[in-house]
């Protein structure tokens, strides 16, 4: 008497049904381009970033990102604050949290070997009474299609930007007033200093 063969219970069929949907799609998914993959759907095109592309003039699919100097947070600038020439974004490190600002209306920028690299006031403030100041230095990561700050250099505490400047010799000069020795954290900065530094492609140069 020959035995029937039972056959394949629909509960045991479901799984490979799934195995051989999911293998089927990686495959499809691999054989085409990044390309060709926007095309056929092109509602998931990556959105440029518009704060970057508004304080920059570059379209970048990531957000503006800052290591906060001496600290290993960082903040992503997300707010254009277009009537006071402000960009702004918040950061957070666990034991210490503030936001970081910088003065678009002094941006300036210059192109070494093809390369735009930008200068800018930029502030730093947290939990306490300070608010550090800095010559930012970005540069846009195109591997990531971000802008990152790629080196910064310290005015000092509560000082007051006048100006930043490019000269003939593709030097920055930045015009600022920090505290005189006899002067009060609370009271507005009024010895003139004047801060000039080289650079490259990768920071600023003080010499």
Aim: glycine share 6%; hydrophobic share 45%; charged share 20%.
């Amino acid at each position: 008497m020959k035995k029937r063969i039972l056959p394949i219970p629909l509960i045991l069929l479901i799984p490979i049904v799934l195995l051989v949907v999911v293998t089927v799609a990686g495959v499809y998914r691999f054989s085409l381009s990044d390309e060709e993959i926007l095309a056929k759907f092109p509602s998931a095109q990556l959105q440029s970033d518009s704060v970057v592309l508004a304080v920059f003039g570059i379209k970048a699919t990531n957000p503006w990102t800052i290591q906060v100097p001496e600290n290993n947070a960082f903040a992503f600038i997300d707010t254009l604050n277009e009537s006071q020439n402000l960009a702004s974004g918040r950061y957070d490190s666990g034991a210490e949290r503030g936001v970081v600002t910088v003065d678009t209306k002094m941006l300036k920028r210059v192109d070494i070997e093809g390369q735009p690299l930008f200068f800018a006031p930029m502030s730093v403030s947290n939990q306490g009474s300070g608010v550090f100041h800095y010559l930012a230095l970005f540069k846009f990561d195109s591997s990531r299609s971000r802008m990152i700050l790629a080196d910064s250099e310290l005015l000092g505490d509560r000082v007051k930007i006048q100006n930043l400047g490019i000269d003939k010799s593709s030097r920055v000069e930045v015009v600022y007033l920090q505290h005189g020795p006899k002067q009060a954290m609370s009271e507005t900065p009024s010895e003139e200093v004047l801060l000039n530094v080289g650079f490259n492609k990768q920071q600023i140069v003080k010499q």
